[in-house]
């Protein structure tokens, strides 16, 4: 019972607002042991900060049981259906110096659905309290690899992000440790620079644990948001790399060569124990408007590269690739996509447009009918896909807005079963957000 009533003072103290928590203290006598304790629980907890976000939405596809990147595949059966896209719950702690620069931050975020509990962040930052412009960020984070990837389901106005960026990029995060540039005083000649170079399992959340000895280099150069005509025009900008790969545990690899429609086997022995190369590259570039009753905004983002998965997927694998307990081969493919993102707000900042058309190439050697040959090594996961989205944003207030959204999905004409012409699997989301 003392613990349930400690933990409530706590709670307390922590969710006031700086002018009641200052009546609070106000109020304590500070020559008691008890009153000692709090005005300590007090200053410990001063930085600390309690978010979140839930997002319930309704879904409706244009097919039963659709294989989608709209919050998921639709079971066998269905074709609507509500569900909780996102409950997440986050808690922040930053300690700042005098000058009130912060010298270490705390993050834990967890992602509670009807699927399950979920860890999403799980990290510390120290900073450097000399020169200002250097972090260390370690633990469980988003990868420091392009814009959408990072820019938080929270804030985003499109309701997932792109197939692309899920199939890469699945769950976004991974274990690793970062070291960032980023001045953090405005008079610094460099401030609107931000530079991240980190170290990554690879797997991400998509596995339990690191599966080989190889590491995932990551790094991106960023321009902040900057004035480019003196009247609020900001611009933006990114580069990003991915080096890696995974250690190979079979001999048997297939790779795309440009005089061929089809895949190369490879099966030499000293194959194992190889890296399968997983080298992604990137560019984008973020431009806003300001409007009398609200902005205009585009968005543009490009990623080329190697990825290495198996026959039937190009998600980057989470553990060793295996078919009926025996080692899987592996495929390595050229890829490429991209993003093209349109917001405008419609007479004031509540209400706003969003138009968004992206795409995804699994596989740039080969496209179309030859995708299916007969005697071919090439899948399902070598089709190309385009989706053009629109949806309307209705801010109700800074807690709460509601999203609606329709995805409408283009896969490659192939001489693959079921692939011959389009698939219909477009998808309708209405979606609201309570944020705190």
Not at 110 to 129: K, Q, Y
Not at 188 to 204: A, C, E, S, T
Not at 313 to 335: C, H, K, Q, S, W
Request: charged share 20%; proline share 4%.
């Amino acid at each position: 019972m003392l613990k349930v009533r400690f933990l409530g003072v706590i709670f307390l103290i922590m969710c006031a607002s700086a002018a009641r928590g200052q009546f609070l203290m106000d109020m304590i006598d500070t020559t008691t042991n008890l009153g000692k304790g709090m005005i300590s629980i007090y200053k410990k907890f001063d930085h600390l900060r309690i978010s979140g976000y839930m997002q319930p939405q309704f879904q409706f596809a244009s097919g039963k049981g659709i294989e989608s990147y709209a919050g998921g595949d639709f079971p066998a059966k269905v074709n609507n259906r509500f569900m909780l896209r996102r409950g997440r719950v986050r808690f922040d702690y930053a300690h700042f110096n005098k000058r009130n620069l912060p010298t270490v931050q705390f993050v834990f975020q967890f992602d509670g659905t009807e699927r399950g509990v979920n860890i999403r962040d799980f990290w510390g930052r120290v900073f450097d309290g000399k020169w200002d412009v250097a972090a260390l960020t370690m633990g469980m984070f988003a990868r420091p690899f392009g814009y959408e990837v990072n820019l938080s389901s929270g804030d985003r106005e499109a309701p997932e992000r792109g197939r692309m960026s899920q199939i890469l990029m699945k769950s976004e995060r991974d274990m690793g440790a970062m070291l960032t540039f980023e001045p953090r005083q405005k008079s610094h000649p460099l401030h609107l620079l931000k530079v991240d170079i980190g170290m990554f399992n690879g797997q991400g959340l998509a596995g339990p644990a690191d599966f080989d000895s190889h590491k995932d280099l990551i790094a991106r150069v960023a321009l902040k948001p900057m004035d480019i005509n003196h009247s609020g025009w900001l611009l933006s900008a990114g580069a990003s790399v991915l080096y890696g790969g995974m250690e190979q545990f079979t001999k048997v690899r297939y790779t795309m060569v440009d005089v061929k429609d089809d895949f190369t086997v490879d099966s030499a022995e000293t194959n194992v124990g190889r890296i399968a190369p997983r080298h992604y590259y990137g560019a984008d570039a973020q431009l806003l408007i300001p409007n009398t009753h609200g902005s205009t905004q585009f968005r543009a983002e490009y990623i080329r590269g190697t990825q290495t998965a198996t026959y039937g997927t190009t998600e980057t694998p989470g553990v060793i690739p295996m078919e009926r307990n025996v080692l899987a081969p592996i495929y390595i493919r050229d890829f490429d996509g991209a993003y093209f993102c349109f917001l405008q707000h419609l007479g004031s900042a509540k209400h706003q447009l969003v138009l968004k058309y992206d795409w995804y190439d699994p596989n740039t050697h080969i496209q179309g009918k030859l995708i299916g040959h007969p005697g071919t090594h090439i899948s399902a996961s070598d089709i190309r896909y385009d989706t053009f989205g629109a949806g309307y944003v209705l801010y109700f207030n800074e807690n709460m807005k509601a999203t609606f959204w329709f995805d409408r999905v283009w896969n490659e004409s192939t001489s693959l079963e079921g692939f011959t012409s389009d698939v219909d699997d477009n998808v309708f989301t209405a979606r609201l957000q309570y944020r705190f």
